[in-house]
Structure formats: C-alpha cells, structure tokens
C-alpha cells in the first residue's frame, strides 16, 4: 500500500517514521531493516514516542541512535530519551543536520555555545535571537527550494 508523501516533516505519523528508520538503518549498514517480528509493535512503540517527543526530536533521535549502533527499533525506542536531542530548537537541530552548508553549522556552533554558556548577558540573549532568525531564513529558502521540512 503506498503511502502519500508527505511535505513536511511536522506531518508524519508513525508509519512515517518506520519508513524513515529503515531509510536511515539501510544507509547506515546497507541492509535493509527486517524488524524483531509483527510490524504493529514497532509502530504502536513509534506511536508512544510520537506522544511524548516532537517528530524532530524522533527523526534526530533516529540518526543519532543508529550511527550510535542501535539495530533493534523496539530497543532503541526504550532508549530514545538518551538520543533526544537536548535543546529548544529540536526542528532547527534536525535541519541542520541533514542539509546544512557550513555557513549554516557554524552558526548553529556559535548558537550551541551561547544556549550553554553559563552566564549569558543581554548580547548574548540578542545574538541567539539572530543566529535563530538567520536559520529560520535558510530554513524558509530551502523548502523554497523544494527540500522536505
């Protein structure tokens, strides 16, 4: 049964999200991903996840986990807390790290070091409000473009 595709990623659902593990699972070990038995568990985990976590959060979960090892969808969805990513701006994470430019990552540099510098000034709280415009912007010019966010 095919499924239609979706625009952006906000919209997916869990089955969604299985078609992006096995796509992320056969680009890390260029096997496909067979699964630990009936399909309905991984989505009904997938679906949990869905409710306490941002699809962002999932999806950067997903790259992080399985370039961390991770082979088994239903073990790693019990693990998934360690793989979340741990920021405001779990969409900017996501997009950054599947499409950016180097221009683009080191701001998000910069803007990591100011969300965890310890005691931030006023500049400080100014800078990452533009480093965050600026790659709200890019963001906008890539789906212009016809990239999937």
């Known amino acids: 049964m095919a499924t239609k595709k979706k625009d952006t990623y906000a919209d997916y ?3 969604d999200l299985l ?10 070990y260029k096997q496909e991903y067979t699964g630990g038995g009936f399909i309905g568990h991984d989505l009904s985990a997938l679906k949990a996840a869905l409710e306490k976590h941002d699809v962002y959060e999932i999806l950067r979960a997903i790259r992080v986990g399985i370039g961390a090892g991770e ?16 920021t405001d701006q779990p969409r900017l994470t996501f997009l950054i790290a599947e499409y950016a430019k180097p221009e683009q990552k080191k701001l998000w540099a910069d803007f990591k070091f ?30 212009r473009a016809g990239a999937r966010v």
């Open 19 to 28: 078609a992006f593990w096995r796509l992320a699972f056969f680009e890390e």
């Open 71 to 86: 082979k088994s969808l239903k073990y790693f969805i019990q693990k998934i807390a360690r793989y979340v990513p741990k």
């Open 13 to 15: 659902t869990a089955t």
């Open 114 to 143: 100011l969300e965890t510098k310890w005691f931030p000034d006023a500049q400080d709280f100014q800078r990452k409000e533009d480093i965050v415009e600026k790659l709200n912007n890019w963001v906008s010019r890539v789906a």
